[in-house]
């Protein structure tokens, strides 16, 4: 279950996923929750993960021109965890979107939005929930406290991840 903190509004927390959703997609960030098309066990490969979403992740796939998926299991004991959590945790933009669902495990990722008003909030995703963070959009993203990631990421380019780092210093306020 998904959970949406307003971290500028005395950490008001919305746990509605259909309030979720209107939040985010009020903002330009598609927020959805999916299921699998067939059970799946912890040992599963790539490939059976990937077939089991196919139904939700091939249409999205096609009608927005992603090139790639595959899927990342990070836990615990993944070599260099610290190292890998700090290069998520300053906030930093992408010249594509960065499209993830979460097949088990948690992660918060952390906006910065400006405009008419500067908002930062966070959104813990969970099993089962999509997020689709559009390009250029200032974010962050932490692991913990859990260190429990086994996610689906789609790619429109053969770079993959790329961060361009802000150097704004801003998630120092929220971590």
């Known amino acids: 279950m998904a959970i949406l903190t307003l971290l500028d509004q005395n950490k008001k927390q919305i746990t509605n ?3 979720i959703k ?3 997609n009020d903002r330009g960030i598609i927020f959805e929750q999916w299921t699998a098309a067939m059970p799946l066990n912890d040992s599963d490969s790539q490939e059976t993960i990937l ?5 939700e992740l091939g249409p ?3 009608s927005n021109n992603y090139l790639s998926a595959d899927v990342i ?3 615990k004991d993944t070599p260099n965890i610290e190292a890998i959590r700090a290069k998520f945790l300053s906030e930093h933009v992408h010249a594509e979107d960065e499209v993830r669902f979460f097949v088990d495990g948690e992660g918060n990722f952390f906006f910065h939005l400006e405009g008419e008003k500067e908002e930062v909030f966070s959104l813990l995703c969970e099993k089962g929930d999509f997020i689709s963070v559009p390009k250029g959009y200032k974010h962050w993203f932490d692991l913990a406290p859990k260190y429990f990631v086994k996610a689906i990421r789609v790619f429109q380019t053969p770079e993959g991840w790329v961060a361009n780092y802000t150097n704004s210093k801003t998630e120092q306020r929220y971590l």
């Open 17 to 19: 996923p259909s309030e």
């Open 22 to 24: 209107k939040y985010m």
């Open 51 to 55: 077939k089991a979403y196919e139904h």
């Open 60 to 62: 999205y796939m096609k």
């Open 73 to 75: 299991n990070v836990h």
